[in-house]
């Protein structure tokens, strides 16, 4: 009886030292289950940090290129201000005074050219004869017919003239006139003053259509090379259909 009762107890232990053991490998089984779990979730957690870090760095080198874009773009535009600006106060640059002195030099230039061509006209002209005379055929007069078939009335020698000057000068009627034959020259003139060296111009007014000048003009003795007065006189050009010429000019030599 008391074997039995004796194995009946060891059995019971065996029983529940077994049990004890299974349990004991479902704990373990269920905290090892945990902590996988765990180090899952905090593997996930560190994947998914790493994500948000890796966009937000993303982001952050979007905004610095945009800023380094725009400031670009800025400083373009600064430079084109700044080149517009420099461009505006180089065209201000030149103020009224400048480009009334450049209108004066360019009136001056005009002005020379003028009074020399107005020299040689007048000269030629009035003082001379530009044209071929046939010295067989004069007049009781002396005057002398024009040979040239360019002059077939006294108008072509006015128009000829009138290339300079602004209107015919009445000596030309003195000196020229039609007849049945053709037009006649009286042909003779002086000589022309030796002692006449040059003559400058100084501008005294001007505006779109008229500039007056004084004439000054030099002389000198040819013989001793001694200098002689100046003589001064009025010289105005016009501007008449967009062309320049002489209204008022006095003959310096």
């Not at 289950?33 to 948000?52: W, Y």
């Not at 030629?124 to 005057?143: R, V």
């Not at 001007?206 to 000048?213: C, G, I, K, R």
Request: charged share 30%.
């Amino acid at each position: 009886m008391k074997k039995y009762m004796l194995a009946a107890v060891l059995s019971v232990l065996l029983l529940t030292a077994a049990c004890s053991k299974e349990e004991t490998k479902t704990a373990d089984a269920k905290t090892s289950s945990v902590l996988s779990d765990s180090e899952t979730e905090a593997s996930d957690h560190a994947d998914g940090k790493s994500e948000i870090e890796k966009e937000a760095d993303e982001a952050a080198e979007k905004v610095s290129e945009n800023q380094s874009t725009a400031e670009m773009q800025s400083s373009d535009e600064q430079s084109k201000e700044i080149f517009e600006a420099e461009e505006q106060n180089n065209q201000s640059s030149e103020s009224p005074a400048d480009e009334g002195s450049s209108q004066s030099q360019d009136i001056e230039a005009i002005g020379s050219e003028l009074f020399e061509k107005s020299c040689q006209v007048t000269w030629n002209m009035l003082i001379g004869c530009p044209y071929n005379l046939d010295y067989d055929t004069m007049t009781n007069s002396g005057a002398v017919l024009i040979d040239d078939p360019a002059v077939t009335s006294l108008e072509d020698i006015i128009n000829d003239y009138c290339q300079i000057f602004a209107s015919p000068d009445g000596g030309l009627y003195d000196k020229y006139f039609e007849s049945e034959n053709g037009v006649y020259c009286f042909d003779g003139g002086r000589g022309a003053d030796r002692s006449y060296t040059d003559t400058k111009l100084e501008l005294v007014s001007q505006s779109d259509t008229e500039a007056v000048f004084n004439a000054v003009s030099h002389f000198k003795d040819p013989d001793t090379e001694e200098s002689k007065d100046d003589e001064t006189n009025i010289f105005v050009i016009v501007k008449s259909d967009g062309v320049w010429k002489t209204k008022t000019f006095t003959l310096p030599y």
